[in-house]
């Protein structure tokens, strides 16, 4: 069975502060996405990763792809409240199109 | 480009009551999804259209779920009787393709069952 397990459930640091959250799974995924979602909309892409050990920056955020490709991680420098929301992981799974998704952290960045 | 729209944004109702939800998908994209989300967790996909087919409803309970796509274009998906368990928030994405194509999703209705 195809899992994504996301750490932490929950995070709140203060503004300025570096963090990072992770997206594990025991199994190999031939591509990784990471979203983003505010409260009261939908998620919204950031990125996608496709190669073992990529990384991929978007301004403050990191994002990297494990070696193996069962992992992923999410590092942002210098958090902003603008970051604030829940943010997922989601892959496709091995017998069909359908996403995967991990269950999110959420993130409070307070002023 | 207008996204993908959705309405109503909230919706509470009576537990045995039905409830229709609505979607128009990006212009141009031929897969629609409708997801379920709990609060503080993933969506769960519950159907899956390629135009106006339903090509993976598998995790739709159909004894009291129903969707359809008429026209390949607009969806709508019902719940009839709602129970309390379906208090969630009901999104509806659409991708131009399958696999790892983007989904783009849309704002979602919260659904209160009382």
């Known amino acids: 069975t195809q899992l994504l397990k996301q750490s932490p459930q929950f995070l709140s640091i203060q503004e300025g502060e570096n963090l990072t959250v992770y997206c594990n799974s025991s199994?190999?995924?031939?591509?990784l996405q990471w979203y983003r979602q505010e409260p009261g909309e939908g998620p919204v892409l950031l990125v996608t990763?496709?190669?073992g050990g990529e990384v991929k920056k978007l301004k403050r955020l990191t994002f990297q792809f494990g070696d193996a490709r069962k992992d992923s991680s999410l590092h942002i420098t210098a958090a902003q409240p603008g970051d604030t929301g829940l943010y997922l992981c989601?892959?496709?799974?091995?017998?069909?199109?359908?996403?995967?998704w991990g269950a999110g952290t959420k993130l409070i960045i307070k002023p | 480009e207008a996204g993908v729209v959705q309405s109503p944004r909230y919706k509470i109702i009576e537990k045995k009551q039905p409830v229709a939800f609505w979607c128009n998908p990006i212009s141009g994209h031929n897969t629609l999804y409708w997801y379920l989300q709990n609060l503080g967790q993933g969506p769960e996909l519950l159907i899956r259209?390629?135009?106006?087919?339903?090509?993976?409803d598998s995790q739709l309970p159909k004894d009291r779920f129903s969707a359809e796509r008429l026209k390949g274009v607009d969806s709508t998906l019902k719940i009839q009787p709602a129970e309390l368990g379906d208090s969630a928030v009901y999104l509806c994405?659409?991708?131009?393709?399958?696999?790892?194509?983007?989904?783009?999703f849309g704002p979602g209705t919260r659904l209160t069952v009382l």
């Open positions: 990763v496709v190669t």
């Open positions: 259209y390629e135009n106006e087919e339903a090509v993976d």
């Open positions: 989601a892959g496709p799974r091995d017998s069909n199109y359908q996403l995967i």
């Open positions: 199994s190999v995924f031939s591509s």
């Open positions: 994405a659409s991708s131009a393709g399958l696999g790892t194509d983007t989904q783009y």
